[in-house]
């Protein structure tokens, strides 16, 4: 079982202790054979709410949270921006995590980040949570928007060459062990490549060893795109690597 599915299925088991173990068996299953599926991640997120044995919120982190990998972000965003000086971010597949809001937070530079889900139940989740909390920016020029947006139609919602930076936490990983998302993921890459900027850059948080990942990404973007990887360390026993991925430019 590898630690995204692992992940899946504590998370479930967190759910649903009150609940019986044949429901446990079938949320866990819908997931791990249906993570490419608007369905599949409403229910997770609605029932992940309504069997909160509190009414406080809690942001949940596929792999690692915001602390591990902010090193690996922040300095991208010290590149060249945007003509009106705000560098534009997009976390693909955010589900509930804190890692856009944090990016928002800690950015000394003016950030639009938006964070996007295919979900509406994860997006209100979280538009109702920055609301209540009404996390502040470092710099006041910073925004942070919350949206539904199927992330493998992009160029739907974003002209050609106008976000700085791509971040994706386990959404590819989600799609690529999926019985039917292998299509969509390459989808997800191609649209992310279009969408970038030249000088822009995707970030794909994995626990895929880079044999695999290396290779996928190399033929999904057909030579559009230099890959490369670093690893982000060993968390509870696993390796977890960022592959970054930049558009390269056509001469």
């Given at each position: ?55 406080t919120f809690k942001n949940f982190e596929w792999f690692f949270g915001f602390d591990a990998v902010g090193d690996f972000i922040m300095p991208l965003l010290r590149t060249a921006p945007q003509p009106d000086g705000v560098r534009r971010v ?72 106008s976000v700085d930076l791509i971040v994706d936490k386990g959404t590819t990983d989600a799609l690529l062990r999926s019985k039917e998302g292998r299509l969509k993921a390459g989808l997800l890459l191609k649209q992310c490549l279009k969408v ?56």
């Amino acid at each position: 079982m590898s630690p995204f599915t692992r992940s899946l299925t504590l998370f479930c088991g967190r759910i649903v202790t009150a609940r019986a173990v044949r429901y446990h068996s079938s949320l866990t299953a819908e997931l791990i054979e249906n993570m490419d599926k608007k369905a599949t991640w409403d229910r997770f997120y609605t029932e992940s709410r309504s069997s909160s044995r509190t009414a406080t919120f809690k942001n949940f982190e596929w792999f690692f949270g915001f602390d591990a990998v902010g090193d690996f972000i922040m300095p991208l965003l010290r590149t060249a921006p945007q003509p009106d000086g705000v560098r534009r971010v997009l976390d693909v597949g955010c589900g509930t995590s804190a890692l856009g809001p944090c990016i928002f937070r800690h950015s000394p530079l003016p950030v639009h980040v938006t964070c996007a889900d295919i979900s509406p139940v994860a997006v209100r989740l979280m538009q109702e949570q920055i609301q209540a909390k009404a996390i502040q920016p470092h710099n006041l020029s910073s925004r942070l928007d919350f949206v539904e947006l199927d992330c493998t139609q992009l160029r739907k919602h974003y002209g050609r060459s106008s976000v700085d930076l791509i971040v994706d936490k386990g959404t590819t990983d989600a799609l690529l062990r999926s019985k039917e998302g292998r299509l969509k993921a390459g989808l997800l890459l191609k649209q992310c490549l279009k969408v970038l900027r030249h000088s822009g850059a995707l970030l794909q948080f994995s626990d895929e060893d880079p044999d695999v990942r290396l290779l996928w990404l190399e033929t999904e973007a057909h030579e559009s795109a230099d890959v490369g990887v670093q690893e982000v360390g060993e968390l509870r026993g696993m390796s977890y690597y960022c592959y970054n991925v930049n558009p390269r430019v056509i001469v």
